[in-house]
């Protein structure tokens, strides 16, 4: 859970949200690299296969690091055995790592094999913790048994150029075994931070072709996917990679969103927690070239009111659609999952998705609908969008109310139970004055329908996709992610590395769209270290949860309404207006704002990027 929801909330999901809070310790700090540091690629892990013993490592005992029958290695003939006794016992194995600093990439993996004696299926009674300094990794339990080794991966960029103690817990209770078996432990770190020359956006131009059917209840879908697109890079294309983010929500064993039978490519393996899926293609696509990949895929949607989930009869499908990453000068975009944000980085494309579900169910989703009669009481929608960096939609027995909204965009409104008649009204009034407000502002609303899925039971406040928004009952909250239209949708950025540039610029977006003018609000700052910077990503804000939305959304609005009060109100207004024009489907970098900004005013903007600690 999220230490504070990610969007602006009614009072009463706060006090929620306050309570369900975790609270995870800051990374220690330490002195920035010097901005000219190169990178010096290297494995920093000592004695990462045990081959000699416990050299370079700290354990709970002599017996953790082994080569005793009982478990295999991976490689090699020595390994660490974390528990496996049966009683109560925790082990624990760590060594002090260096990250270097001035890579464009550092990345954690180890193979990790786990048996037990637990039969049960849903309740984690013995733990292995990874944590790298105070951040916790991953926890596995006896309920991610696996027949063989299973590589982790994770990107640990975040800790460049600093000493952390990588660290494993392995925890039983007072019966049945449960054995964590490591090998192979490997800390990489490689790149220059300067991209290549080639720094082309691809694939480009894709175009996804979906067909799912659903179960009685809308909460497994089947069916196929298939994406056409092309290599827009002067550097072959050999493989692609789709992300299937919502598998962050299971386990490798036991994944929601499955993929099989790929055609057009070779499925390679899965990393990144099972989020990514490498995929070979049978000849390198040059520059210009086109191609086609298809595959099966099973969405089975679990239980929860969150972004991908069911609230009872309700599913809510965000982010279930495999889609296709990004390679740039950085290389793949292949960043982890985060709860606390987005980590979400694509670039417009074109989907028709056919969902066919019973007729009892309503189906929003992104894009423009279109329902037919199906067979046997089952109804057919057809959704197209196009130039939507993603396509989600909702399944279940809402409540609908539709209206137009003074600029001629239909808005549709769909409730769960428990929303009275006039909530539901008044956010079909909010919705339709904020997305003209936005247009207004930012240049016209594109994607057709405007669909606001309302659920008071959403632990994280709201959620904003392609013509599709996930919401509470709050006027504040709904224009925000009517906001995210223009500030993501429309204007696409990297939001794993980049979040300021959808969050901050939405909720400054939402002030000026309900009349608020940021007044002094700058004044209120505080910074938590000199590490702390509104342009952090969100690997940082993943370890230092408290103060994201503190930072991101409040810092970062202030920022903007303090630039507005630099430049001139008619001078912010015609920045924000051309800017989103000039990037319009394209994808939005912090260096390209400054610039921009910089470009709008004779006011030598240096000293205030400065003070608002606004880096890129």
């Not at 029958?69 to 060594?95: I, N, P």
């Not at 992104?366 to 909702?394: E, I, K, L, M």
Request: some cysteine; charged content about 10%.
């Amino acid at each position: 859970m999220r230490p504070t929801p990610r969007k602006a909330l009614a009072a009463s999901a706060l006090a929620l949200a306050a309570v369900a809070a975790l609270s995870l310790p800051a990374t220690p700090a330490t002195a920035a690299p010097a901005a000219a540091d190169a990178c010096t690629p290297a494995q920093v892990v000592a004695n990462g296969g045990f081959e000699s013993g416990a050299t370079s490592w700290t354990a709970s005992s002599t017996g953790v690091v082994t080569n005793r029958t009982g478990q295999t290695a991976h490689g090699g003939g020595y390994y660490a055995w974390l528990d496996g006794t049966g009683g109560a016992h925790t082990d624990t194995l760590s060594q002090s790592v260096t990250v270097p600093s001035g890579c464009a990439g550092a990345t954690l993996t180890f193979w990790l094999h786990i048996d037990t004696a637990e039969t049960t299926s849903s309740t984690a009674y013995d733990k292995l913790t990874a944590k790298i300094g105070s951040t916790t990794l991953a926890t596995y339990s006896n309920l991610d048994k696996n027949t063989g080794y299973v590589q982790k991966s994770f990107d640990v960029s975040a800790f460049a150029g600093q000493t952390v103690t990588l660290a494993f817990t392995g925890t039983e209770d007072s019966s049945l075994q449960s054995s964590f078996v490591l090998d192979d432990i490997a800390l990489n770190a490689s790149g220059s931070t300067t991209p290549p020359a080639d720094a082309t956006r691809t694939p480009a131009a894709p175009a996804y072709t979906v067909s799912l059917s659903s179960n009685t209840a809308g909460t497994v879908w089947t069916g196929h996917e298939s994406v056409t697109f092309t290599n827009a890079s002067a550097t072959a294309l050999g493989e692609v990679y789709l992300r299937l983010w919502d598998n962050y929500h299971g386990t490798c064993s036991s994944m929601p969103i499955a993929v099989g039978n790929v055609t057009g490519g070779t499925a390679g393996a899965l990393s990144v927690g099972c989020t990514a899926l490498q995929v070979g293609l049978p000849t390198p696509l040059a520059q210009g070239q086109s191609t086609t990949i298809g595959f099966d895929l099973t969405i089975t949607v679990p239980s929860g009111a969150d972004r991908f989930g069911h609230d009872g009869s309700f599913s809510f499908i965000g982010n279930a659609l495999p889609v296709l990453a990004v390679k740039d000068g950085a290389g793949w975009h292949l960043d982890p999952y985060t709860n606390n944000g987005e980590s979400f980085y694509s670039l417009a494309a074109d989907f028709r998705v056919t969902l066919d579900h019973p007729a009892t169910l309503l189906v929003p989703a992104t894009g423009t609908s279109v329902d037919t009669a199906g067979s046997s009481g089952r109804t057919v929608t057809t959704a197209t969008a196009t130039q939507v960096r993603d396509f989600a939609w909702a399944a279940g027995p809402f409540s609908k109310i539709s209206g137009t909204s003074a600029a001629g965009t239909p808005v549709n409104v769909y409730s769960v139970s428990g929303i009275s008649s006039s909530d539901a009204s008044s956010m079909l009034s909010t919705a339709r004055t904020a997305v003209d407000a936005h247009a207004a502002r930012f240049g016209a609303y594109p994607y057709g329908e405007l669909d606001a899925v309302i659920d008071n039971s959403f632990w994280f406040g709201g959620m904003e996709y392609p013509g599709f928004v996930l919401d509470l009952v709050s006027t504040t909250a709904l224009t925000h992610e009517i906001g995210h239209q223009w500030w993501y949708g429309i204007v696409g950025d990297d939001e794993y590395n980049s979040p300021w540039l959808d969050e901050s610029f939405t909720d400054y977006a939402t002030d000026l769209a309900l009349g608020k003018t940021g007044t002094n609000c700058w004044n209120s700052v505080s910074w938590a270290s000199s590490a702390e910077k509104i342009t952090n990503s969100m690997a940082y804000w993943d370890t230092h949860s408290s103060r994201y939305s503190t930072v991101v959304y409040g810092y970062g609005k202030c920022a903007l309404h303090d630039l507005r009060r630099l430049i001139g109100d008619t001078a912010m207004a015609g920045l924000l207006k051309s800017y989103a024009t000039a990037h319009r489907y394209g994808v939005s970098t912090t260096a390209e704002f400054k610039a921009a900004a910089q470009a709008a005013t004779t006011t030598d903007l240096t000293s205030f990027w400065s003070t608002h600690r606004i880096e890129g």
